[in-house]
């Protein structure tokens, strides 16, 4: 039997945070949603819960737990937080995917830096037309990303240096 994978949500109460975690409530994945506001972590929690009653999600306001915890870590904070956040959970991600969701085109070499022994893959989101483009260094991890989200029920783009592949939901 197959481990269920578990996805951290770093900004589950942000505008990009709660649309991934809407769409990720009905996958068969552990979800912990992770923010520093407390009511609204407490709100969502009580949307999905309601929504999708065999949902399992957690709340933590604790990066670093969070993190710990998590195969696959998406951050979906505002672009100037983005550095904060990876110094909170560098040690708790190494060797894992971390996927950094933005709604501008910001570079992921600073996230590099701070976490050298994690994967990560830059996700661009357009929430208007539920598209998402990904880009990183590892072709499987990216493949893995892509299929996560594709099953999510976004458009995806895979972009590299190779190849520029579109599917569709």
Not at 19 to 32: G, T
Not at 58 to 63: D, F, P, Q, T
Not at 65 to 74: P, S
Not at 105 to 121: D, F, G, T
């Amino acid at each position: 039997m197959a481990t269920k994978k578990t996805i951290a949500i770093v900004g589950a109460t942000e505008t990009a945070g709660r649309a991934i975690v809407n769409q990720f409530a009905s996958m068969p994945y552990r979800l912990l949603l992770i923010s520093h506001q407390p009511g609204q972590l407490n709100e969502l929690n009580e949307k999905i819960n309601k929504q999708y009653p065999g949902a399992e999600i957690e709340s933590l306001e604790c990066v670093k737990d969070g993190c710990w915890e998590a195969d696959i870590i998406i951050i979906a904070v505002e672009a100037a937080e983005e550095k904060r956040v990876a110094e909170l959970m560098k040690e708790v991600a190494t060797q894992k995917i971390v996927v950094v969701v933005s709604q501008n085109e910001n570079e992921c070499r600073e996230l590099q830096k701070v976490l050298p022994y994690s994967k990560i893959v830059k996700a661009f989101v357009n929430l208007e037309e539920k598209e998402i483009f990904l880009s990183g260094s590892c072709e499987t991890v990216n493949e893995e990303i892509l299929e996560i989200f594709k099953q999510a029920g976004y458009n995806t783009i895979l972009q590299s240096t190779n190849k520029n592949l579109k599917t569709e939901k």
